[in-house]
């Protein structure tokens, strides 16, 4: 077993730093945080062509790269430390996972390559009022007609639900759950943008009134999809959320050399030299167990579960911890709006919520030890 990263996977971490340090800096986080799409076209067309972001992790059968979890670990550690507004999370993490664990071949076939060569932002729809990430919870509603299927129902926190091309709607029929796609111009559907926290991540209220879907695979038989789906999406939240910890730590270390006070620099006194050294003891711990993720999820190997939501609900408590010890390193100037350390802040706790917080994941931990 190797643990260590290969000199190709190097230049990729570089070649995905260069491009973000150039397309998504402080300032152009905070022009598209403030835009009603949330990314910039341009940008996410340059991922596709140059860089070929889009199709790394997707198989070369359906036009893609074929690289595996640790190379989509790298791009999404790299992702969450410049704060990148771009729906690649909702498209890739999700949306992709989804179709990849459909064994629907006519589907795969037909959105897979359009995913990759990025003409489709697709997410997926599966959360409602209750907030709650359980398969259980659901109650948006699937009929089968004459004229195919409609579904009729509310979904809440969608991931770019706005902008996708497509969205794959978590539905229950007479024989348990399942999935659907739907149009993103679909009659019957209604999209509006939801007011959150973090505004560099947009976020959506779909309703679906009789809105005609196309289902996935085979009726009834969604539930596995999507809790391999989610845990998979874990491994790539919890690379974003190492990816932030370390910008936030490298942040905090930085102006504890260079900020003086009664005539010295502030990372000489003891409080913060504990501070800096606990985050450092929490981002190197929440890199371990993401890189451990990103292993298992590229060996599909049975703990996949057990070892995404471990991974999940330390690295989310890592990140939000050292994201607020950041604003305390900085004194008074973290507070203001003008300092970076609010927008770190509030991806921190976005991202610990998103796909259930550490208590949920800790229960699954839980359950699936038998304890």
């Not at 996972?97 to 697709?122: C, M, T, Y």
């Not at 149009?183 to 009789?210: P, Y």
């Not at 049975?302 to 911890?321: I, M, N, P, Q």
Request: hydrophobic share 40%; net charge negative; proline share 2%.
């Amino acid at each position: 077993m190797k643990f260590g990263f290969s000199e190709e996977q190097d230049e990729l971490r570089r070649q995905v730093h260069r491009f973000l340090e150039e397309k998504s800096p402080e300032s152009e986080v905070r022009r598209l945080m403030e835009t009603s799409e949330g990314y910039d076209p341009a940008v996410w067309k340059m991922m596709a062509e140059q860089l070929g972001l889009q199709a790394l992790a997707i198989p070369e059968e359906y036009g893609g790269a074929g690289y595996g979890y640790v190379e989509l670990l790298i791009v999404f550690e790299e992702m969450g430390a410049a704060l990148l507004c771009s729906p690649y999370f909702s498209t890739i993490a999700l949306a992709a996972n989804a179709l990849l664990n459909s064994r629907d071949e006519a589907v795969k076939a037909h959105w897979l390559p359009k995913i990759a060569a990025g003409e489709v932002i697709a997410t997926l729809a599966l959360t409602e009022r209750s907030g709650r990430w359980d398969l259980d919870a659901i109650t948006t509603k699937a009929t089968a007609t004459e004229n195919g299927w409609m579904l009729s129902g509310e979904k809440l926190y969608v991931l770019d639900g706005v902008v996708a091309d497509l969205l794959l709607v978590v539905a229950t029929t007479d024989q348990g759950l399942s999935l659907f796609a739907v149009n993103g111009d679909a009659d019957g559907l209604e999209r509006s943008t939801l007011s959150t926290m973090d505004q560099t991540r947009k976020q959506a209220k779909i309703v679906l009134d009789a809105t005609p879907a196309s289902l996935i695979g085979v009726d009834g038989g969604a539930r596995e999809i999507v809790e391999t789906t989610l845990q998979l999406a874990c491994t790539a939240m919890v690379a974003e959320q190492v990816g932030g910890a370390q910008r936030v730590l490298d942040a905090s270390v930085d102006y504890a050399k260079n900020r003086v006070q009664f005539g010295r620099p502030i990372g000489s006194f003891q409080a913060i030299k504990h501070k800096c050294a606990d985050m450092l003891l929490e981002v190197e711990s929440a890199k371990s167990a993401a890189y451990y993720a990103a292993w298992t999820a590229d060996s599909r190997d049975e703990d996949l579960g057990l070892v995404t939501s471990l991974a999940k609900s330390y690295c989310s408590e890592a990140y939000s911890h050292c994201a607020s010890e950041n604003i305390q390193i900085h004194g008074g100037i973290g507070f203001t709006w003008e300092h970076p350390a609010h927008l770190y802040f509030k991806r921190a706790k976005s991202s610990e919520l998103f796909l259930g917080d550490p208590v949920y994941h800790r229960e699954v931990v839980a359950q699936r030890l038998g304890i």
